[in-house]
């Protein structure tokens, strides 16, 4: 049922070396010295201009210390970690991982697109111009790319993609920002529907405690492994598109593709481990409520007019989520093709900060427990559901073996 792909959480703590390689080759090498001169002579120009400004021959300003442009290979692609730090007064940052590149959108002709704009990515930013990543691009989801792109017209070849995409969720405050949420609205408790807070539980002392509420399996290595990145990297990726099936049992984040369904919980898991995508992990419950809560204020969404936008609130992730995604009963822009399943990037007024069918279409298998037995939580409501009753934020749990034809895999 779940899509596996919908919340790819890449962790960045080893990136990507052993698949790509660190070896850089003449073109490699001529393009980081282009890029090393051009950085030159920016440094320059700011230099005169502070000298213009207020500088004197006595006591001229303190030229600005040279920015080393990124080391990519010949495909534009890092060949290590690269982290990237807009503001020195901010915690605001992002890092990409080796192997991967940012990406310039098509619709807007740069990192972000709204509502209604081509999402789609239209090339790799030129490693030049890394640096010039803004905190405002990273608060509105920057995407990376995996692969070299190749274009014809500036449309990229084949039916699909040949590379996955992954979406920055920043966490620059880890004790406020990345946590679980007991989200006002509501929840099923076992037997029916709930209105009102559900109980969050993140770390149970006992087996009654456990019983039937919500709560983190932080018992695996993995699970602290990614608590460490998010605090180190100062946040973590999640696959752009509702996850799919690749080639053998890999799964991918992909555009224009059916979503993986009919997935138990624990195939899910085994799937997303295995990816050759290092560090990638089914979603964990705090990394979902997390990524809810980046979005607040910071994404625009439409509305349930036609031709409008506004900025996410708490309402549209623990209320209603009819205005941007695939319901049953979605108003606005959303209404178009609205109501049964679709395939990955299938509107442009379904997405989130450059993230896809989070809410609604399919369902979200996840980490997350539901009880001390087999129950486990999936998130994000389904094409076939009502959005008053299953908002994004919403927590259903169903067994962990069953599989289910709108559930899919959160990785």
């Known amino acids: 049922m779940l899509l596996i792909l919908a919340g790819v959480a890449l962790a960045t703590l080893t990136g990507q070396g052993n698949i790509i390689g660190n070896a850089e080759n003449v073109v490699g090498k001529y393009n980081n010295s282009v890029a090393t001169e051009q950085q030159f002579l920016n440094d320059i120009e700011k230099y005169f201009q502070n000298y213009l400004e207020g500088g004197n021959e006595d006591n001229p300003p303190t030229p600005p210390d040279p ?104 966490i620059p405050d880890f004790a406020n920002d990345f946590k679980m949420l007991a989200w006002n609205g509501p929840y099923w408790n076992g037997s029916n529907h709930i209105v009102g807070e559900h109980p969050v539980v993140t770390n149970p002392a006992n087996d009654t405690e456990k019983q039937n509420k919500f709560w983190e399996d932080s018992t695996t290595s993995e699970y602290q492994d990614m608590l460490d990145s998010v ?34 919980q624990p195939m899910a898991i085994d799937a997303c481990t295995n990816s050759k995508i290092e560090n990638m992990h089914l979603m964990y ?88 037995e087999t129950y486990r939580a999936f998130r994000g409501g389904t094409c076939s559901n009502k959005t008053d009753i299953y908002p994004v934020a919403y927590h259903a749990a169903y067994n962990e073996n069953y599989t289910y034809s709108d559930v899919r895999i959160s990785c």
């Open 67 to 170: 920015v080393e442009p990124p080391k990519v290979n010949e495909n534009g692609l890092a060949t290590e970690n690269t982290t990237i730090k807009p503001d020195a007064n901010s915690n605001v940052q992002i890092t990409i991982p080796a192997g991967f590149a940012p990406a310039i959108l098509t619709g807007s002709n740069s990192t972000y697109s709204l509502p209604g704009q081509d999402g789609s990515v239209k090339e790799i930013m030129p490693a030049d111009q890394w640096n010039n990543i803004t905190v405002d691009d990273i608060n509105k989801g920057i995407v990376i790319v995996d692969n070299a792109i190749t274009y014809d017209n500036g449309q990229t070849s084949g039916t699909v993609p040949d590379f996955n995409e992954f979406v920055w969720i920043s």
């Open 231 to 264: 605090g180190h990297y100062k946040g973590f990726y999640i696959g752009r598109y509702e996850a799919s099936q690749g080639t053998g049992d890999i799964v991918q984040s992909k555009r224009d593709v059916l979503p993986l369904t009919e997935i138990t």
């Open 285 to 372: 419950g705090i990394e979902w409520d997390s990524v809810l809560n980046w979005l607040i204020d910071k994404a625009t969404i439409s509305t349930s007019v036609l031709g409008e936008t506004k900025n996410m609130s708490i309402e549209n992730i623990q209320a209603n989520s009819n205005s941007w995604g695939n319901y049953i009963e979605s108003v606005g822009d959303a209404k178009k093709d609205s109501g049964s399943k679709q395939e990955t990037g299938t509107s442009e007024y379904w997405k989130a900060n450059n993230i896809y069918d989070l809410a609604g279409n399919i369902w979200e298998w996840t980490q997350e427990k539901y009880s001390t």
